[in-house]
């Protein structure tokens, strides 16, 4: 049961340009919806994170905007640069009582000039 | 400051060898977690501890051990390895109030054959 659908899987962008990437969620009890930035051979880090109260948070180039009716959620990088490409993770978190994470499958942006 | 240190970085496991991932982190966290990562795949979690001597499974805990004796120490048991765990593992730790922010080490990129 995937309780978070990621896509797309991979994206190419033009240094400058937007990239979205978006996730769908099945259940509605998650209180958190946080997006993980990996770069090669490293571990996942957090790059910001909405509660489900909240329609839209921007942090810098970073932008998550949730339609909680239609239980969906993306994040938007406005002037990507080529240090931006990685692979991006959508994940889903309960607050109370629960410390586990659910990850998409992650989408591999690559930014070229 | 190290933060999640992970050791071996590489290993190659025979079918039914037995061998142990090391974790240890000095960030001071309660909350230590163990993931693993397939190709095209989320992180999805084994086990997690919220301190010493707590643990717990977590979304895939078959054929997996774990032990926490000390807040800084969380190592990872395989005990007859099977080519289904051939994997990338991570090991994060939080603090009991930021689940959101987990730190992660380097992994450790196992291979069974």
């Known amino acids: 049961q995937q309780q978070v659908k990621q896509s797309p899987q991979s994206l190419i962008v033009q240094k400058g340009g937007i990239s979205i990437i978006n996730c769908a969620y099945e259940?509605?009890?998650?209180?958190?919806f946080p997006w993980y930035q990996q770069f090669p051979g490293k571990g996942p880090a957090l790059l910001i994170a909405?509660?489900?109260?909240?329609s839209e948070k921007k942090e810098g180039r970073f932008t998550i905007s949730f339609n909680k009716s239609a239980k969906q959620f993306s994040l938007h990088i406005m002037d990507s640069q080529p240090g931006d490409s990685a692979t991006y993770f959508c994940?889903?978190?309960?607050?109370?009582?629960?410390?586990?994470?659910?990850f998409g499958k992650g989408t591999k942006l690559s930014v070229i000039p | 400051n190290a933060g999640v240190t992970q050791t071996p970085k590489f290993r190659i496991l025979k079918i039914g060898q037995s061998m142990t991932l090391q974790c240890t982190q000095d960030?001071?966290?309660?909350?230590m977690y163990w993931y693993r990562q397939d190709p095209g795949m989320g992180l999805k979690l084994i086990y997690y501890?919220?301190?010493?001597?707590?643990?717990d499974k977590g979304e895939v805990p078959n054929g997996y051990n774990v032990s926490r004796s000390t807040t800084e120490d969380f190592p990872l048991r395989l005990e007859l390895a099977a080519p289904s765990q051939t994997s990338v593992y991570f090991c994060?730790?939080?603090?009991?109030?930021?689940?959101?922010?987990?730190?992660f080490g380097p992994g450790t990129r196992l291979t069974v054959t």
């Open positions: 259940n509605t009890a998650f209180d958190y």
């Open positions: 501890s919220v301190g010493a001597g707590i643990t």
């Open positions: 960030m001071n966290h309660n909350y």
């Open positions: 909405i509660r489900p109260d909240v």
């Open positions: 994940a889903v978190i309960r607050e109370a009582g629960s410390y586990q994470l659910t």
């Open positions: 994060a730790s939080s603090f009991r109030d930021r689940v959101l922010e987990q730190y």
